[in-house]
């Protein structure tokens, strides 16, 4: 199966540990966005990256956060100084851009956060 | 700026009866797509309609069907004859046709199917 993964698919942390993650697209695709999605509520978007270009970052997206796509591939996200408010699903999806058409985002299984 | 609301926040019906989900959307673009989403306890979020803004024609497949109203900013979705394994949470999401393409999604609606 060649979707998106994401690992590690559960991750728990004492508050103000670090903790990265990371995300494996659908190859080829060359759009990667990271979405957050808190108890009881709708996933929200992070950030997104063109190849390797972190295009947008959303108002959400604390200094604490940083994401990182080095080689246009994998992408990682890394949070410092944890907090409980942190704890969260992160989920991740690729779209392959192409001009004029439809290009449909494919969600990976997300990683659920929690920060005791 | 886009929004997306979905008012019922939790749905319970008994095995066999219809239920009707709730989307009101919000946006300046002129061309958008709309989409449910159902997320089971599992977690993963899978993918059931998409709808072009271009597009009001109203669509069945199976045991789901759709009413999209451009002039009132709904996309509704209906369940017929329900069965136990739609209980899930429910997401509307709205997305522009170009630029960054990110996904809006609403607060979902928790659909309790009872045996």
């Known amino acids: 199966d060649t979707g998106v993964s994401q690992d590690p698919r559960h991750k728990i942390t004492k508050r103000g540990q670090n903790v990265t993650f990371r995300c494996d697209p659908i190859?080829?695709?060359?759009?990667l966005y990271w979405y957050r999605q808190t108890l009881g509520q709708g996933p929200e978007f992070l950030t997104y990256f063109q190849n390797e270009a972190q295009l947008e970052k959303s108002r959400l997206l604390s200094d604490r956060f940083s994401a990182e796509r080095p080689k246009g591939s994998f992408s990682t996200l890394e949070i410092q100084r944890t907090e409980q408010g942190d704890s969260a699903m992160y989920l991740c999806?690729?779209?392959?851009?192409?001009?004029?058409?439809?290009?449909?985002?494919?969600f990976g299984p997300g990683t659920r956060l929690t920060v005791l | 700026a886009q929004k997306v609301t979905q008012a019922q926040t939790e749905i319970s019906v008994v095995e066999k009866e219809d239920v009707t989900l709730d989307c009101v959307y919000e946006t300046r673009d002129t061309t958008y797509y709309l989409f449910w989403y159902k997320q089971p306890p599992s977690g993963e979020l899978v993918f059931l309609i998409r709808?072009?803004?271009?597009?009001?024609q109203n669509e069945i497949s199976g045991r789901y069907s759709w009413n999209f109203q451009k002039s009132t900013s709904s996309f509704n979705f209906t369940i017929t004859a329900s069965q136990v394994v739609d209980s899930a949470v429910y997401f509307c999401?709205?997305?522009?046709?170009?630029?960054?393409?990110?996904?809006?999604f609403g607060t979902g609606t928790r659909l309790t199917i009872i045996p």
């Open positions: 709808r072009n803004s271009f597009d009001e």
């Open positions: 190859s080829e695709h060359n759009r």
């Open positions: 999806a690729s779209s392959l851009v192409l001009a004029g058409s439809y290009n449909e985002q494919f």
């Open positions: 999401a709205l997305r522009p046709n170009f630029g960054n393409e990110k996904l809006t």
